[in-house]
């Protein structure tokens, strides 16, 4: 099996960085509230705690955490919450936003808001980070939170943001697998060909940094054995980095099987945006979302090198 320390190893790196201030959105429940005290603990972000002060004061004290010393700004809606957490990253406050215990509709609604949100020039997507005892890889899932169903060119942008990710957490040339109910390309199901024109974009230099191949059955993207029997030649299989999934609603069942069944840890984040944003399920541990702080800070500080 598997040693699943790679995220002991990301909370390790951010040692050499400064605290990352931190907009943390509406925390009003345990694991919420938990998770940015710990990961402020290890000092890898400074909270900006944004809610009803009173209510988040009171949890804390129910929980025996110290939150003195953070910044609060009152918020007395979830929605306002998260808009004032978008304006505090827009003027650069908060070098990243970090979801609490509100829906991811109400804090992705404000982050898209054209006047007071986080839009950028690329596409918004999501990626899942995970460390699983059957895989011998950190492998990152995408889009399994936010589009919903990806066209061709959606599929360009998650494509890069998750490689820009990759190269900031150290991988310098992921291989990247285009997910697919099989290994052929067949007209009738447009994610296969989707799949392909992808690779060629690649192989035309507009998609760089990266090895793609696809389309690819996730037996074959993970296991070099199955893609050897099924007689596939191919420099991913059994050594994806990237799992590209062909919607969302396959990606997501992808990762929820992994965790539940597969013991994986997990750690997730919104790439696209003015800054990155930590969106973790409701459901996910006070761990989960330390692993995802330590994630977030390192991508901040590899486009943003300390001066």
């Known amino acids: ?75 007395a809606t979830e929605a306002k919450a998260a808009e004032l957490g978008c304006i505090a990253c827009r003027e650069g406050k908060a070098g990243v936003m970090m979801k609490g215990s509100l829906h991811t509709d109400t804090l992705m609604h404000a982050a898209m808001n054209k006047e007071t949100g986080l839009r950028g020039r690329g596409r918004i997507s999501h990626v899942f980070l995970l460390d699983t005892p059957a895989y011998e890889r950190t492998v990152l899932v995408t889009d399994a939170a936010i589009n919903i169903a990806p066209e061709l060119e959606d599929k360009f942008h998650i494509i890069r943001n998750a490689i820009d990710l990759a190269h900031g957490l150290g ?27 992808l690779c060629k974009m690649a192989d035309r230099g507009q998609i760089t940094g990266a090895v793609l191949d696809g389309p690819l059955s996730f037996d074959t993207a993970i296991s070099t054995n199955s893609a050897k029997l099924k007689k596939l030649t191919s420099p991913v299989s059994g050594h994806a980095d990237i799992l590209v999934a062909p919607n969302l609603e396959a990606g997501n069942m ?22 990155p944003v930590i969106l973790t399920s409701r459901a996910d541990s006070a761990e989960s979302r330390l692993s995802s702080c330590a994630v977030a800070t390192l991508y901040h500080y590899a486009k943003n090198p300390v001066k």
Do not use: C
């Not at 990961?39 to 988040?56: D, Y």
């Not at 003195?68 to 700004?73: A, C, D, E, G, Q």
């Not at 991988?171 to 024109?197: D, G, S």
């Not at 992808?254 to 800054?275: Q, S």
């Open 1 to 75: 099996m598997a040693d699943l320390h790679i995220f002991n190893q990301f909370v390790e790196r951010t040692k050499a960085f400064p605290a990352l201030p931190t907009a943390v959105v509406w925390p009003l429940t345990d694991v919420a509230l938990e998770g940015a005290v710990e990961a402020a603990q290890a000092g890898i972000i400074e909270p900006i705690l944004f809610g009803p002060e009173a209510k988040i004061k009171a949890l804390a004290a129910e929980l025996k955490l110290d939150v003195s010393k953070y910044t609060f700004v009152e918020a």
């Open 171 to 197: 991988i310098e040339k992921p291989n990247v697998a285009l997910l697919a109910a099989v290994e052929t390309v067949n007209p009738k199901m447009p994610t296969t060909l989707e799949a392909a024109a």
């Open 254 to 275: 992808l990762v929820k099987e992994l965790v539940y069944w597969g013991g994986a840890k997990v750690a997730g984040l919104v790439l696209g945006a003015r800054v």
